[in-house]
């Protein structure tokens, strides 16, 4: 158990509808990554919050946002869902020191009908 | 941005054998570079990890390489047993001010032959 915890472990879901994937981070790491899992894509690098604030952004679509709350626990929301957005969503946290290693969450499943 | 290569896709060696995977990047900034491994349906997991400052680093029959020059780095598996099997991340990140997302490579689906 890697101490980053996923709520939900899959969710179905039809075309055009909006969802939210939830995440909350190790005890203590500040920073929060999401990450999308595909077979076609790979895994790829959403978008990471560092104490509440946006820090960097990857290949995350404009339909796509996520947010960093207080108490340190994120949230990715996904619009207007599309065939292709069916993937595997990760979160992972770390302590943001120079080159520390990030842990993963046990995923969300999407799959868009 | 950063790009990551891997070779191979998928790599199929005999129980006992040595098995090695091999990444690329584009960035020379990059300072950090983990390897993953990933079971079917299950999260990614780090393996080893080592700093641009270091050339090679070992953990029991685990050990990575990295080439700042020609910018690669590698992973060696020795001695290869069935609970190897699995998909191989190999990634580098570039920390600036605190911002630093991995970039993956695309994967190795490595297969350990009885």
């Known amino acids: 158990d890697s101490g980053v915890t996923q709520t939900p472990k899959h969710l179905i879901t039809a075309t055009g509808q909006r969802v939210t994937l939830r995440c909350s981070p190790r005890?203590?790491?500040?920073?929060v990554y999401w990450y999308q899992q595909s077979l076609d894509q790979g895994l790829q690098f959403l978008i990471q919050?560092?104490?509440?604030?946006?820090?960097a952004k990857g290949n995350i679509l404009e339909r796509f946002s996520a947010q960093q709350f207080p108490d340190l626990h994120s949230e990715l929301n996904l619009s207007s869902l599309e065939l292709g957005d069916s993937a595997l969503y990760f979160c992972?946290?770390?302590?943001?020191?120079?080159?520390?290693?990030?842990?993963f969450g046990q995923g969300t499943r999407l799959t868009v009908v | 941005g950063e790009n990551v290569e891997q070779h191979p896709s998928t790599l199929s060696v005999q129980e006992g054998d040595s098995a090695v995977i091999k990444c690329t990047y584009s960035?020379?900034?990059?300072?950090?570079f983990p390897w993953y491994k990933q079971e079917l349906g299950k999260r990614p997991q780090l393996i080893i990890d080592?700093?641009?400052?270091?050339g090679e680093k070992k953990d029991q029959r685990i050990a990575v390489t990295l080439n700042k020059t020609a910018k690669h780095f590698s992973l060696h598996i020795t001695e290869t047993q069935p609970e190897d099997s699995a998909v191989y991340f190999c990634?580098?990140?570039?920390?600036?001010?605190?911002?630093?997302?991995?970039?993956f490579g695309k994967g190795t689906h490595l297969i350990i032959q009885p």
């Open positions: 919050y560092y104490n509440g604030e946006e820090r």
């Open positions: 080592i700093r641009s400052n270091v």
């Open positions: 992972a946290s770390s302590v943001v020191v120079p080159n520390t290693e990030a842990f």
């Open positions: 990634a580098a990140r570039i920390e600036r001010g605190g911002a630093d997302g991995l970039t």
């Open positions: 005890s203590g790491d500040l920073s």
């Open positions: 960035d020379s900034a990059s300072n950090y």
